[in-house]
């Protein structure tokens, strides 16, 4: 009997402990994305675009992690540094396939505040606890990444909290308006400060509130000291760089690699600067020195940590927002799934560990991820073989660096900013779906302009909680404490076998931003259970449709492509009767639109009845639908009659060809 209750005992305890094996294995593939995509790479198919993806990738981290160190106001190696190592911890624990981690132009701007505010030039008052030169750098640069490396260590522990206390979840807050302006206003603020750099000027460094205004009184104020040189070379090189983009862009599909403009650009202004010693000849500021390798790692100054709060939490904000909005854009490019709470580990750490390595802060950067996109990029091992390449350039290549103008460094940085400055197409678009929406943009903008993108992110985030608060209790249909975004209600008349396929969904309230996702969901299930059968649908419904809301949609491209499949010979009616559809913003007519699109490739056909004027004029000018008049009907019963008389037709048609 002892013998028996001891092989029990030792049974339960095999089971506990191999329970616990899977649990810890699930756990390790959840957080640690790359053993899930790694063992599945298609080394044939994938290797070589992502070969050629992470050549380019490697020059744009370059020509980037340079500028953006000096937009730190640090020497320009630790930049090198910083397009190194996020990388490498963003392909093992970041989970966009096309998300570029490395320096990024707002981050910068946000640590280049507490490096000038703790470090001002010239300054022998600040200490560290280790005053040895490193990569015979003098002790000036070596006090100021440490005060970039403490902002970025803290901002990296910010977002790791945040991933503990699963913040993700709250990313619903970020509008679109709100994002698109916020990183505009920020782009615009990149290119500010790169002015100087274009003009051949000499300035100081300006921040504070109105910062960007006095920065151009200042240009104007002084504008006899311009140097033409630099003026002329700086224009030169941005018609090459555009003209030469544009034509890429236009034939990208006739050739085979696009020139890469960039680095072409790069060695024939580094060797005419070299052999016409320009840096003496004309005064013609180079990038300088740039040491060779790799310094042994070291912790950043913690006693200064308190006095970086501030630019710890608008990096962590900024840098995790403008993150998350190109990775949810390529998820939903491409297909794919996207956490938003692991989102906030991977760059935490993105930030955490390189602040151990003098690199300044990081994040994605819309540039490079429309390099991956264009050059044909399948995983992270894009990133991985770039950042190969970028280590190859900090041992060899980095000294060769000396003699690249800045002002053509500033002319690249200017350029490649183009997919975030033609947001401001974006102001029609919102002003046709959303008077309010159109105003948030707008205000976000200028509170950006006028401060810092942290202030406006945080001025956009709020303002559009308070203007929903104040919209939701004046719908005449809608109670806030019982918000019912989808009831079914089955039509019983006469005919039952012709209404069969018929559902008819009637939508009881607004459709916002706060209840978008959550109307996706219950629709999709809705057709799940009636139009399509429950085995025939995605197992994880939240896979399917967290990819929807951060970003636009894209030339028609949905998720879960081949997800929703429907029988064949079947085809079925979904009449949404928008009677309660009190009022709408952007980010729910990007649903009402994704929802019909889907549903059309589904072989479901969409009718929405008792719509209001506002509703019919946005969706038409949206171009998403078809004929008006197939679409919308003035009651369910006429959308019921309409659908009669198309099936009966059809039918005829039928018999006739018989």
């Known amino acids: 009997m002892t013998g028996a209750k001891r092989k029990k005992k030792n049974a339960i305890w095999r089971k506990i402990h191999t329970l616990r094996c899977q649990d810890f294995k699930l756990w390790c593939m959840r957080r640690l994305p ?180 006095y920065i151009y009184a200042y240009i104007f104020e002084n504008i006899k000291s311009i140097q033409l040189e630099a003026l002329l070379l700086s224009v030169l090189s941005i018609v090459i760089l555009v003209l030469v983009k544009e034509l890429n862009e236009k034939f990208k599909t006739k050739i085979k690699m696009v020139l890469p403009i960039d680095l072409v650009l790069i060695i024939a202004t580094s ?61 939903k490019k491409f297909s794919y799934s996207v956490d938003d709470n692991q989102e906030f580990l991977a760059h935490g750490l993105s930030n955490v560990i390189p602040s151990f390595f003098f690199c300044i802060p990081s994040a994605a950067a819309m540039g490079r991820t429309a390099l991956l996109y264009s050059t044909g990029a399948k995983t992270q091992v894009a990133c991985l073989i770039s950042s190969i390449l970028v280590l190859v350039v900090i041992y060899a290549i980095g000294p060769m660096l000396y003699w690249l103008p800045m002002c ?41 302009i006028c401060f810092a993108a942290n202030v406006g992110l945080l001025y956009g985030v709020v303002c559009t909680i308070l203007i929903v608060i104040f919209r939701f209790p004046r719908a005449t249909t809608l109670s806030l404490k019982h918000m019912k975004e989808a009831e079914c209600r089955f039509k019983t008349e006469a005919d039952p076998e012709s209404l069969q396929q018929v559902k008819i969904i009637s939508v009881n309230n607004p459709l916002v931003f706060l209840n978008a996702k959550k109307f996706h969901t219950d629709l999709l299930k809705i057709i799940r259970k009636e139009c399509i059968g429950a085995q025939q649908l995605p197992e994880d419904m939240n896979k399917y449709e967290q990819n929807m809301l951060l970003s636009p949609l894209s030339n028609g491209n949905c998720h879960g492509e081949s997800s929703l499949q429907q029988r064949p010979g079947e085809r079925h009616t979904l009449i949404l009767d928008c009677s309660g559809l009190t009022f709408f913003d952007y980010t729910g007519i990007s649903v009402l639109t994704q ?56 039918k005829l048609n039928e018999h006739s060809e018989v």
């Open 34 to 213: 790359i053993l899930e995509w790694a063992p599945k790479y298609n080394w044939k198919a994938d290797l070589l675009p992502d070969t050629i993806s992470g050549m380019m990738l490697a020059v744009q981290q370059v020509i980037q992690g340079l500028a953006f160190a000096v937009l730190s106001s640090v020497h320009p190696v630790f930049g090198l540094y910083g397009s190194l190592f996020p990388a490498i911890i963003y392909a093992i624990f970041g989970m966009g396939r096309h998300v570029a981690t490395g320096t990024f132009a707002l981050t910068s701007l946000i640590s280049a505040n507490a490096v000038e505010r703790l470090v001002p030039p010239m300054s022998n008052n600040f200490t560290t606890n280790n005053n040895s030169v490193v990569l015979g750098l003098s002790e000036f640069e070596m006090q100021r990444i440490g005060v970039a490396a403490a902002v970025s260590l803290l901002g990296g522990l910010i977002q790791v909290a945040m991933f503990v206390l699963h913040l993700g979840s709250a990313t619903f807050l970020l509008t679109e308006p709100v994002i698109s302006a916020m990183t505009t206003g920020a782009a615009t603020h990149v290119v500010t400060s790169q002015v100087k750099y274009l003009l051949g000027m000499k300035m100081p460094y300006i921040s504070g509130p109105l910062g960007f205004f």
């Open 271 to 331: 060797a005419a600067c070299y052999y016409a010693d320009m840096e003496y000849n004309y005064g013609l500021e180079v990038v300088g020195h740039i040491p060779e390798g790799l310094p042994p790692p070291r912790p950043p100054p913690m006693n200064i940590l308190p006095e970086v709060v501030t630019e710890a939490f608008g990096v962590a904000l900024v840098g995790y927002v403008a993150s998350l909005a190109l990775a949810q854009a390529s998820a």
């Open 408 to 448: 053509v460094l500033a002319s690249i940085i200017v350029v490649g900013l183009k997919g975030m400055l033609i947001h401001f197409r974006d102001l029609k678009r919102y002003w046709n779906v959303d008077k309010i929406d159109w105003s948030i943009w707008v205000s976000t903008y200028v509170f950006t």
């Open 595 to 650: 929802i019909y699109t889907d549903s059309k490739k589904r072989n479901i056909d969409v009718l929405l009845a008792n719509c209001k004027a506002s509703l019919i004029k946005v969706l038409t000018l949206s171009k998403k639908l078809e004929s008006e008049n197939a679409v919308f009907f003035e009651s369910v019963s006429s959308a019921v009659a309409a659908m009669h008389f198309n099936r009966n037709f059809c």
